[in-house]
């Protein structure tokens, strides 16, 4: 296990900083004079001047790419070019929000998945499986900045039941939360079942239920914990794009976070800001992964043991 | 019988792209008079805030999501493959960096750099091509990195390398042939994704800008006059979901057929 530990923070570490790099060069695609593009050519000369000073882009590239490091490793991240804060300060703001919006979606979809793929895989091809991949192949067909403004038409508009954006509100989450976690949940569901129709078929089930077990025993006890493992894994896979699916439904719902917040700043060309975002959702990201491989290890006892060998 | 419905849903969507241009169509005619109109005869889907035809926009923004999507399948799949058969056959350091690269292209989320990206190359049907390939080339080269890891030691591959074959003419000839049914079945769903992320980049205005069309800047448009004309936006939600729908059945039918097992995983954007 502590070999694996080792090997896990190692490669995730080279990852995180190709990843910074990466972000560090995404305000070099800025066709033509990013200066120029950011502040506007009717910009003086001075204040083009100042910006390109401030944001390094006088200097040489490998000196640059120090520099951002160095920030990055002091917290640094620079000033919003649009309201001149501290970016790590707004994104201290805007993280509780995503972070928020995540959990509950994370925790709908297993809510969902768990019951509807385990459903199906024991009625297989009957009508709760029919129903139950129907749901899931509708869930991933349904992109969230359509089923948004759907649930906003029927649920705020036409029944008035819920805010119709913003965070403030009471039951402000539902909304996002449904729109979000549909889609996870219809992928985890299809896995739950697939997952565990593979244990089903085992010799071992057959022999727990040969010796007398109820069929619920046998799901739970011997089937359920097996089949966890590849659903732990795609969990952690599908954070990403659970992450991702954040930016577009936080910007359908007005959520404060940091999704949003990286739609607004392309809008208004703060592409430091941009970075941020693209890095900060990038990190935990890689986090979440590196730690779902730990706990993936922990819980089967072959890679635990196996590991140290 | 379970593909007629999903291949006719297809057919239709790459007949509008196709020779939508050819029809009498006029998405970009304003006509006051019928701002906001419901469906009716003659407007069988009714008018936008501009009065311009749905329907006729929709054929448009068909056309624009069929153009990303086949660009963005040809070029991520043409890159993917080559690298990561490339980086498998060679093997030794170019396989490690590879895996490298692919590592650090999959520590971003779906769809997130695709949306940074095209904010920061600028709107456009080009970026969104460019912004998608980059991101979509990786589960190609994963894939064909696999599989040719797995093929190179068969026993054709050590005749005709005893035989004197050349490296390009073993990995075309030799191993691709074997490598496409799964290959096949990722570029189907890779559709499906590219359809949304299409779709999701122009209704967060990074992709085609006014007058052209795509459904996803349909969607974005018709939000501010949902209560009044729910028509602007499920039309082209309908139209996207229909898509999205027949693609994923396809490649569902794709994989039973050609008997891939859990070659891919379905993502969603």
């Known amino acids: ?309 | 019988m379970r593909i007629y419905l999903p291949a006719g849903i297809l057919l239709l969507w790459c007949l509008m792209a196709l020779f939508g241009p050819l029809l009498p169509l006029e998405p970009n005619r304003i006509d006051l008079p019928h701002i906001l109109n419901g469906p009716g005869v003659g407007q069988w889907l009714g008018a936008d805030d501009l009065g311009r035809s749905v329907l006729d926009r929709l054929v448009m923004g068909a056309r624009t999501s069929f153009t990303v999507a086949l660009g963005v399948v040809c070029i991520s799949s043409l890159i993917g493959i080559l690298a990561g058969a490339f980086a498998a056959y060679v093997g030794g350091m170019v396989d490690l960096l590879l895996v490298r690269v692919i590592d650090i292209f999959l520590a971003f989320p779906g769809i997130l750099l695709a949306i940074a990206l095209a904010g920061v190359m600028g709107p456009g049907v080009d970026n969104v091509i460019i912004a998608l390939s980059v991101v979509g080339w990786v589960g190609y080269a994963r894939l064909a990195r696999a599989q040719v890891l797995s093929l190179k030691y068969r026993d054709h591959v050590t005749a005709a390398i005893a035989l004197g074959t050349g490296h390009l003419r073993i990995v075309v000839r030799h191993l691709l042939p074997l490598m496409a049914a799964p290959l096949i079945i990722e570029a189907t769903f890779g559709v499906a994704s590219i359809v949304i992320a299409e779709a999701g980049l122009s209704f967060l205005g990074l992709g085609v800008q006014p007058p052209e069309a795509s459904w996803g800047s349909m969607i974005r448009d018709g939000t501010r006059y949902m209560l009044v004309a729910p028509h602007l936006v499920l039309a082209p939600g309908i139209a996207i979901l229909l898509v999205v729908l027949a693609v994923n059945l396809l490649g569902d039918y794709l994989r039973d057929w050609l008997d891939v097992r859990g070659a891919t995983e379905q993502k969603s954007w």
Request: charged share 15%; with cysteine; hydrophobic share 55%.
């Open chain 1, 1 to 309: 296990m502590g070999n694996l530990l080792l090997t896990r923070l190692i490669s995730a570490a080279l990852v995180v900083v190709g990843v910074v790099c990466l972000v560090f060069f995404l305000i070099h695609l800025v066709p033509g004079d990013p200066v120029e593009v950011m502040l506007g050519e009717s910009a003086r000369p001075a204040d083009r001047e100042a910006l390109r000073t401030a944001l390094g882009l006088n200097q040489p590239l490998a000196a640059q790419l120090m520099h951002y490091f160095s920030g990055l490793l002091r917290l640094d991240l620079g000033e919003s070019l649009h309201s001149q804060r501290p970016i790590i300060d707004i994104l201290a703001e805007r993280l509780p929000a995503t972070l928020e919006l995540a959990a509950l979606s994370l925790l709908l979809a297993v809510a969902l998945a768990l019951p509807l793929g385990i459903l199906a895989a024991l009625h297989k091809d009957r009508g709760w499986d029919v129903g139950a991949m129907s749901f899931s192949l509708l869930g991933v067909s349904i992109p969230n900045f359509w089923m948004g403004p759907m649930l906003i038409l029927l649920f705020s508009l036409w029944l008035g039941w819920t805010p119709v954006s913003g965070r403030d509100a009471a039951g402000s989450f539902i909304l996002p939360t449904i729109t979000l976690g549909t889609a996870l949940a219809a992928i985890l569901a299809r896995m739950v079942r697939s997952s565990l129709l593979e244990v089903l078929s085992e010799d071992y089930i057959r022999t727990a239920r040969a010796k007398g077990l109820s069929m619920g025993a046998v799901v739970w006890q011997h089937a359920l914990p097996n089949a966890w493992l590849p659903v732990v894994t795609l969990l952690g896979l599908q954070l990403g794009a659970l992450l991702g699916g954040a930016v577009i439904t936080e910007t359908v719902f007005s959520w404060p976070g940091i999704g949003s917040l990286l739609v607004e700043s392309i809008q208004k060309r703060d592409y430091p800001v941009v970075q941020a975002c693209v890095l900060v959702i990038s990190l935990i990201y890689v986090l979440v992964n590196t730690l779902t491989d730990l706990v993936y290890a922990w819980i089967d006892p072959r890679i635990r043991l196996g590991a140290d060998q």
